[in-house]
């Protein structure tokens, strides 16, 4: 069934007039006209369930039949006839079970017998029948069967208002004609024309796809408004036919890839379902779930979605293996690679977490004895320091920073550069082994051939291509040519958006580091004021205070520009105009990740490579705002802020934005829509009926995709890889998370979503390409982060150059360089010092004593370590890169059981190629040797030896025979041999060989 909009018609066209019920002319065949009369009687008996006959006419009123939309509604789909065969050309309006169980627990059609595989749902909003008769009232909101039969009259029916009855003006309705009732609750308010236009899109829409082969069946609503929903159910051709053409065994799938394609004229556009919901046509399209998630009878009896709550989708399953083969066939193959991915990534942090743990556990089994962090707390040294800040800030001993010294020492330790190494190698065996993992899957799958499908045009992209195409029809007179001419958007249309984009990217990117500036002028304006307080308790605190508002600070302005970015990277995609959803999608993540990724780890960034290399010296320090000194590093290193502000931001991120948001953000969505419900409940009493299986999966969130998933497991790798030098428990911390993860996100698929289109795909896409690059970043970040945040490399310069005795006695000493006080500018210097009467301080670089001819220049040492700090950065990289290629070498990328199958299944195949082509070989001798058998006994040999043509022989007469005779006897056999295989290759029919063809193939 199809309907056609007129060709005088435009998409901008409206309706001005409404109707309750559309004629729609039917081409009658044969076959329909003769089980009209037994369609009718059968729909009659049924009618019990709420299936109620449409009589073959309608009385409607004068006016609308004068309406322009009548009319032109009137000629157009009589124009159109609809070519239905008599088992699809129906869509039965049915009563709402009382029961689940009357319709296979809400699964089914009302026979309890067709399985529902995808719901279509619009709402429904306040309307009546304007055709109907000025006595007659519509009981209820229906859509009556569609036959292309004509029903006979009924006098109960016709007494009984059903619909029957005459036309007006003594006009008899049409044989071959049929009504559909769009009609409402009985009023007298008019429709929008809106409305009225959607109603026509979805009969145009729907009556494509009962051509296609799909059942459908509506509910009749009893209420004036609110959710509508069509089932649809793909009866076993169906199935066949698309497994067979597209490749496509899972039945949602095959829906969805006809509602996909189904063409709808009256929007102007070629594509189905996406464009018709974001025209708002229908709501909503989805497949069901297999019933409720709680198991309810014996388990032997569960459904797929109670399997995988009762074994996947707990908090108590978290030592237990996913079922992937399972979670791929309920879902598709798409999300079941992304949990694989997940469960291989947490499976590998479980080394990484045993090695950091005992990282960690050197660094505290080796606090006491670290030399240097026994010097820094020997109050008999008596280091004394150079003050914090100007004026306010007095002199202080360095024994009172033994606390941040002993915890540094926890992080920063010789353990820690062996742990970045194998940090580095982890990356690379993850990503081997995940590539293993993918291709393992992709062979039991069946995904290793698998084609790229060709998709359709998104809606917008679509709707934008059709206004340039009208600007030029307006504009220009050779319309056919431009229509041709215009078939895809060019660079200058997208040039605005690629200039937005830009520029926002550029201003966020501004956004976040002024955030991360504004909390270093939070951390230097706080720090100041905390130093000029008279309390002793406070001043003792200054920087542990400091530090951990400024972390929570950074904390809390994270997870608002990341939710902010989100949107942000979602509007500047589609002013991009992507074509397809594929190319919206990688583009998407791009901008996503570089927002998300410079958001998260920029005030990393400042404290490991900024903090305290542009402080200056005493007597010339660096100043912002012309009052506030830049920061400068804790004695013991920024290495343990470093740490500080990893741990909180990377805890802080998984335990409230990957948790606490997943899990009540959905909740709270769920409470006001709970709410909304309730409030319309109240307004429209209706009678109670349990709740189908259709309302209970629309009153779900609906899918929206893994790219909030994969993001903040991206994030996460970040933290784990990137700066894993600094933090040695990341991984143990990631591990826990991602056990929780696991379990959330299932939950999350299987009772809080709607079920996603079961989506085929070959792997995770764009995000290992993300991985990899990560990866390899690391390398360089772990180099810099150990060579120029730590203290590993001088104290490796202090130990073989400088010291005296072979050991680290005396680095501390060697670190600290002198300053005068009496070079301190004017109002710098400490106005009332309770340390007496200094005269020289120390701070932490390598600079020229006062008392040199190159006073605070940088001396000897400084360049030294500087030169070790590069070499190491170079030694290291490329030892790394190195290794990781060995590793990758090492590791291949297909199992050896794939291997070994392949070769086996490929040996299988050339067996049967031989196999075929030695019987074809046996075939053709059979029929040569057939063929010289009867010419020998039924040739008829002239008196120059020649045989006669007859009718085996294709030698010609005349003179090619006289050619054959001077060759002799072997020329004629020769001849007769070829002759015989042409005979053959044209006796045989076309279609045995063809049915041969297709048969070898299919064996193949």
């Not at 829906?255 to 070629?270: A, D, F, P, S």
């Not at 009153?699 to 990137?722: D, H, K, N």
């Not at 058998?933 to 040739?939: E, F, P, S």
Request: aromatic share 10%.
């Amino acid at each position: 069934m199809a309907l056609r909009r007129s060709p005088s018609s435009t998409c901008a066209d409206t309706w001005t007039n409404g109707a309750g019920f559309i004629r729609v002319a039917t081409a009658l065949s044969e076959s329909s006209s003769i089980h009209s009369d037994a369609l009718y009687h059968q729909t009659k008996d049924m009618s019990g369930v709420g299936m109620d006959p449409m009589a073959y006419s309608i009385l409607e009123h004068e006016p609308s039949k004068q309406g322009p939309w009548a009319e032109e509604s009137h000629s157009l789909l009589k124009r159109n006839s609809m070519q239905i065969s008599p088992s699809e050309d129906k869509i039965p309006v049915v009563d709402s079970p009382s029961s689940p169980k009357a319709s296979g627990e809400g699964l089914c059609f009302s026979d309890g017998r067709r399985k529902v595989d995808y719901v279509l749902v619009f709402h429904q909003r306040r309307h009546s029948s304007i055709r109907s008769p000025a006595g007659t009232s519509v009981s209820h909101d229906r859509l009556s069967i569609v036959s292309n039969g004509n029903f006979p009259p009924h006098g109960s029916d016709v007494a009984a208002g059903r619909g029957g009855g005459v036309l007006g003006g003594g006009e008899a309705a049409n044989v071959g004609e049929v009504f559909m009732e769009l009609g409402g609750a009985g009023g007298n308010e008019p429709t929008e024309p809106a409305d009225h236009e959607m109603c026509l899109i979805r009969q145009e829409f729907e009556a494509n796809l009962l051509e296609t082969g799909l059942e459908i069946e509506r509910d009749r609503e009893s209420k004036t408004h609110g959710p509508s929903f069509t089932r649809l159910h793909a009866p076993w051709p169906v199935l066949c036919r698309e497994a067979e053409f597209l490749k496509i065994k899972v039945p949602t799938k095959t829906v969805y890839e006809i509602l996909r394609r189904t063409v709808c004229v009256r929007t102007c556009q070629t594509i189905g379902i996406s464009t018709l919901i974001a025209k708002g046509v229908y709501d909503s399209a989805f497949p069901l779930h297999d019933g409720d998630y709680k198991v309810i009878r014996h388990l032997e009896e569960r459904s797929d979605r109670q399997v995988l709550h009762e074994e996947w989708a707990r908090y108590s399953a978290f030592y237990k293996y996913q079922p992937i083969d399972l979670v791929r066939k309920y879902f598709g193959e798409k999300i079941g690679l992304y949990f694989a991915w997940l469960g291989v990534y947490t499976q590998l942090l479980i080394p990484a977490s045993i090695v950091g743990i005992i990282v960690f556990g050197y660094g505290v089994a080796t606090v006491d004895t670290n030399i240097p962090s026994q010097e820094m707390c020997d109050e008999s040294l008596n280091f004394t320091m150079c003050p914090l800040c100007d004026g306010a800030c007095d002199f202080w001993h360095l024994s009172t920073a033994c606390g941040t010294a002993r915890a540094s020492h926890l992080f920063d330790n010789p353990a820690t550069v062996f742990f970045a190494i194998f940090m580095s190698l982890w990356v690379v065996l993850f990503l081997e082994h995940w590539k293993r993992r993918q291709i393992s899957l992709s062979f039991s799958w069946d995904l290793t051939g698998i084609e790229e499908d060709e998709e359709h045009p998104r809606p917008k992209y679509e709707t934008i291509l059709l206004q340039k195409r009208q600007r030029k029809l307006k504009n220009k007179k050779n319309k056919k040519k431009n229509e041709a001419a215009i078939e895809k958007l060019t660079w200058k249309d997208r040039l605005p958006g690629y200039f937005i984009n830009v520029s926002s990217i550029l201003f966020m990117f501004g956004l976040t580091f002024s955030a991360v500036f504004g909390v270093i002028i939070y951390r230097i304006t706080v720090s100041a004021l905390m130093a000029m307080s008279p309390d002793p308790e406070t001043k003792s605190n200054v920087r542990v205070t400091v530090t951990a508002t400024a972390v929570i600070i950074n904390l809390v302005v994270i997870l608002i520009l990341d939710e902010i970015y989100g949107a942000v990277a979602l509007w500047l995609t589609e002013l991009e105009i992507p074509k397809t959803e594929t190319n919206f999608e990688e583009r998407l993540i791009l901008k996503a990740f570089l927002l998300k990724f410079m958001n998260a780890y920029a005030p990393i960034f400042y404290v490991a490579f900024f903090k305290g290399r542009f402080a200056g010296r005493p007597g010339s320090y660096v100043y912002v705002f012309n009052d506030y000194r830049m920061e400068e590093c804790a004695p013991g290193g920024c290495l343990i802020e470093l740490c500080i502000q990893l741990s909180i931001i990377m805890l802080g991120k998984q335990l409230i934005q990957n948790n606490i948001f997943e899990i009540g953000i959905p909740k709270l969505k769920k409470f006001v829509r709970a709410i909304k419900d309730k409030g319309s409940a109240k307004t429209e009493k209706e009678e109670e009926r349990p709740p189908q299986q259709w309302n209970l999966d629309y009153a779900l969130a609906p899918f929206e995709g893994l790219t909030p998933e994969y993001m903040e497991m991206i994030i996460q790798f970040g933290f784990v890889s990137l700066f894993v030098a600094s933090f040695p428990l990341a991984p143990l911390f990631a591990l826990l998370n991602n056990v929780i993860e696991i379990r959330l996100d299932a939950k999350k698929f299987v009772t809080e979503l709607r079920r996603p289109v079961a989506a085929r795909a070959k792997d995770i896409g764009i995000w290992y390409n993300i991985l990899s690059g990560m990866g390899k970043f690391s390398v360089i970040i772990n180099a810099f982060v150990i060579s120029f945040t730590s203290d590993f490399i001088p104290r490796l310069v202090y130990l073989y150059m400088f010291s005296q005795t072979g050991t680290m006695h005396g680095f501390i000493d060697h670190t600290l360089s002198y300053f005068n006080v009496s070079n301190f500018k004017s109002g710098t210097a400490p106005q009332n010092s309770e340390h007496g009467d200094i005269t020289v301080c120390r701070y932490k670089d390598y600079r020229e004593p006062p008392w040199s001819p190159d006073a605070y220049t940088f001396s000897k040492q400084y360049w030294c370590v500087l030169a070790a700090r590069l070499a190491f950065v170079i030694l290291f990289q490329n030892l790394v890169m190195f290794l990781s290629l060995v590793v990758a070498w090492v590791i291949p990328d297909v199992p050896k059981t794939i291997v070994e199958q392949l070769k086996r299944e490929k040996k299988l195949l050339v067996d049967v190629f031989l196999q075929e082509e030695k019987e074809k070989f046996q075939l053709i001798q059979s029929l040569f040797s057939k063929d010289a058998t009867l010419q020998q006994g039924g040739g008829q040999v002239l008196r120059q030896g020649l045989p006669i043509p007859g009718r085996y022989s294709t030698l010609p007469s005349g003179p090619t025979q006289g050619l054959a005779g001077d060759r002799g006897g072997e020329g004629t056999r020769a001849r007769c041999r070829a002759a015989s295989f042409s005979q053959f290759t044209r006796k045989i029919p076309q279609s045995p060989r063809n049915e041969n063809e297709n048969s070898r193939h299919t064996a193949v």
